[in-house]
């Protein structure tokens, strides 16, 4: 898809963050917002795989990301990575509020400790790392915050009770925001995925039973994959969305 992807002269140079951005979907934000010519950093705890991205890309390209090793659940580190990344790499104007984790779990077997474990990684992170940029944005005169939701919610997903919760927050987090930071010309919308194919949905949740399953309720009878989401985001983040603020925009093939 890469030669079908728009480039966005607004985006080259910017300063992008995104959360997760060494692994499945977060990688491809990573390869694309990079393609864009933008100044990119992610944070990850993934360290192989971060490492192998930098890599891959100062291969493609001559330059690498800026790849920050943090565990957003420790919301000290995840803020002070911020700002560390703005002072090295100037005012953050682009957030992707990408990582999360999607384990299963039966309703029955959840405890306090296990659901403010999954808040503390699902949705606590979202809102922290917005505070922590939307002043840098402010100093930029403007920004874009983008949300990942989850089609889970839509299709009320079981034994993901904790997670969809905290996906089904989100939607509420993005237009509270999006009202207190308009008036800074920060924009904030959730992208919603679908069903999308990474590693590991593959290796994990999804067989071919389930992936036919899924395409037989999509419209598009195609596999959704991490490029698919990519695009939206580009957009997003870009001067061409300029007018767009508090909304959801489902990149699913029609599943929900």
Same mark, same amino acid.
Request: charged residues 20%; aromatic residues 6%.
């Given at each position: ?6 480039? $966005?002269?607004?985006? +080259? ?10 692994? &499945? ?5 990573? /390869? ?7 100044? !990119? ?23 690498? @990301?800026? $790849?920050? @090793? ?8 995840? *803020?002070?990575?911020?700002? +560390?990344? &703005? ?5 953050? *104007? ?14 029955? +077997? !959840?405890?306090?400790? $296990?659901?403010?474990? /999954?808040? =503390? ?19 930029? %005169?403007?920004? =874009? ?17 904790? $997670? ?35 590693? /590991? ?9 389930? +992936?036919? &399953? ?8 195609? /596999?959704?994959? @991490?490029?698919?989401?990519? @695009? ?6 870009? %001067? ?13 093939? &029609?599943?929900?």
């Amino acid at each position: 898809m890469d030669n079908l992807v728009a480039q $966005y002269p607004s985006l +080259e140079g910017k300063v992008v963050l995104i959360t997760g951005g060494g692994s &499945g979907i977060g990688a491809e934000m990573t /390869r694309a917002f990079h393609r864009q010519g933008a100044r !990119v950093a992610f944070i990850d705890i993934n360290d192989a795989a971060s490492q192998a991205l930098v890599e891959e890309l100062k291969t493609e390209t001559g330059r690498g @990301p800026c $790849y920050r @090793p943090c565990d957003i659940r420790d919301i000290s580190a995840l *803020q002070a990575a911020i700002t +560390e990344l &703005g002072e090295a790499l100037g005012p953050i *104007q682009v957030l992707v509020n990408n990582a999360a984790n999607d384990d299963r779990h039966h309703w029955e +077997e !959840v405890d306090v400790a $296990y659901w403010d474990e /999954r808040m =503390s990684l699902n949705l606590r992170p979202m809102f922290f790392a917005a505070q922590a940029v939307a002043q840098q944005m402010i100093a930029a %005169s403007g920004g =874009s915050i983008i949300n990942f939701g989850s089609v889970s919610v839509r299709m009320a997903h079981g034994e993901l009770s904790a $997670y969809v919760t905290a996906k089904a927050a989100i939607h509420g987090l993005t237009r509270s925001l999006a009202r207190d930071l308009g008036v800074h010309n920060i924009r904030v919308n959730t992208l919603v995925p679908g069903a999308v194919m990474t590693e /590991r949905q593959l290796q994990r949740w999804i067989g071919p039973q389930e +992936e036919a &399953g899924i395409q037989a309720r999509q419209c598009l009878k195609i /596999r959704l994959e @991490p490029q698919h989401v990519a @695009p939206l985001a580009l957009f997003l983040a870009s %001067s061409d969305s300029v007018a767009i603020t508090a909304q959801e925009l489902p990149v699913d093939g &029609g599943w929900a």
